[in-house]
């Protein structure tokens, strides 16, 4: 298991820039997918920038160029930079860990979420 916080949330205006951070309980090194997620009023929740095990890391098309997520095992924390911020990233964002188990099942944990809202 791990609890994942979230921090770095705010008001910024458009053009401007944040810096999510997601501090784990427990040691980072080994989580295969860590990630960010959000979910804006009246949508589902997206995956918004992940990596994976092997140094894979994927962007949702709308944020490439403009996200990007790190890790720092020696910190238990994942950030996410973001820059360029647009009105439409105005969401709560979620980090995740994913977690395999000597099985292959996979268990997710969710942070509690941190606002973000950009002002046109």
């Known amino acids: 298991q791990v609890q994942l916080v979230e921090s770095g949330g705010g008001l910024v205006q458009a053009g401007g820039s944040l810096r999510l951070s997601c501090a784990a309980s427990?040691?980072?090194?080994?989580?295969?997918?860590m990630g960010w997620y959000r979910q804006a009023p009246g949508k589902q929740r997206e995956l918004a920038a992940q990596?994976?095990?092997?140094?894979?890391?994927n962007y949702a098309d709308s944020v490439k160029g403009r996200f990007t997520i790190s890790r720092d095992n020696a910190k238990n924390t994942v950030y996410l930079q973001m820059s360029s911020l647009a009105p439409e990233d105005t969401a709560v964002y979620y980090c995740?860990?994913?977690?395999?188990?000597?099985?292959?099942?996979?268990?997710?944990?969710w942070g509690q979420g941190t606002q973000v809202t950009v002002s046109s």
């Open positions: 995740n860990a994913g977690i395999e188990d000597p099985l292959g099942r996979r268990y997710d944990y």
């Open positions: 427990r040691s980072i090194y080994g989580i295969s997918a």
């Open positions: 990596m994976m095990g092997g140094g894979i890391i």
